[in-house]
């Protein structure tokens, strides 16, 4: 828990970019009928917005089967939208983690670095 307001210096182009492609995969790949959870959650150094995503890897078999190229078995992010992700998340100061936490779930971590909102100026 935070108990004050959590603030980024960004690029609000650049952040759309990131934010919107990690969110649009998560939601595709909920409307495929794989399990995501969206969280947002702060370390003591930065903002993060993670998508975990639960679906069974391709099995040697199915490599190269028509199912698994479009199935619920293909990345939450293809390879150009995590260099997507990556360079716009680097040109905010911040980097694109991908971890597989286990067999059946993988995650796709945004952080980006955190600045209190009590060490902001005012706003008018």
């Known amino acids: 828990n935070v108990k004050s307001g959590i603030w980024v210096m960004a690029s609000p182009q650049h952040l759309t970019v990131a934010t919107r492609r990690l969110i649009n995969a998560a939601v595709e790949a909920a409307r495929c009928n794989r399990k995501v959870c969206v969280e947002l959650s702060a370390t003591q150094d930065a903002a993060c ?19 698994t190229a479009f199935g619920p078995e293909t990345p939450l992010l293809a390879e150009i939208d995590k260099w997507i992700v990556q ?6 100061g911040g980097r694109l983690e991908l971890r597989n936490i286990s067999e059946t779930c993988d995650c796709y971590r ?3 670095a955190m600045h209190l ?8």
Request: aromatic letters at 6%; glycine letters at 2%.
């Open 87 to 92: 360079r716009a998340a680097e040109r905010l």
């Open 110 to 112: 945004l952080n980006l």
């Open 117 to 124: 909102s009590d060490s902001l100026p005012e706003v008018p």
């Open 49 to 67: 917005l993670s998508v975990f995503e639960e679906s069974p890897h391709p099995s040697a078999e199915s490599v190269g089967d028509f199912q």
